[in-house]
Nanobody
Framework: QVLLVESGGGLVQAGDSLRLSCAAS????????VAWFRQAPGKEREFVAA????????YYADFTKGRFAISRDNAKNTVWLQMSSLKPEDTGNYYC?????????????????WGQGTQVTVSS
């Protein structure tokens, strides 16, 4: 069992940066690949970025286009999503999710554990 808690969201202006955190409970966090997803109002949840359990492999949605960076520190049981050059279309609720495999996937149905989300609002 893994409990995930996101933080770091907020209201920012276009062009600003934010760093989201996903803190995990449990001693075996390093056994889980982790991903970030987001959901905008009226839209389906979509994949944003993911990281392998060692942190050696990362994956990004095309829309991040080098603006976002995912990282993790297994000693701190934490995964981060650094977001820069934010746009109004980045607005949404951001969720982290974990799956007990070496490498993550882009499919939300494959993830076993989810956080409650943190809201990101980007004004123009």
């Amino acid at each position: 069992q893994v409990l995930l808690v996101e933080s770091g969201g907020g209201l920012v202006q276009a062009g600003d940066s934010l760093r989201l955190s996903c803190a995990a409970s449990g001693r075996t966090f390093s056994s889980y690949a982790v991903a970030w997803f987001r959901q905008a109002p009226g839209k389906e949840r979509e994949f944003v970025a993911a990281i392998s359990r060692s942190g050696g492999s990362t994956y990004y949605a095309d829309f991040t286009k080098g603006r976002f960076a995912i990282s993790r520190d297994n000693a701190k049981n934490t995964v981060w999503l650094q977001m820069s050059s934010l746009k109004p279309e980045d607005t949404g609720n951001y969720y982290c999710a974990a799956v007990g495999t070496t490498y993550p996937t882009r499919k939300e149905g494959n993830y076993d554990f989810w956080g409650q989300g943190t809201q990101v609002t980007v004004s123009s």
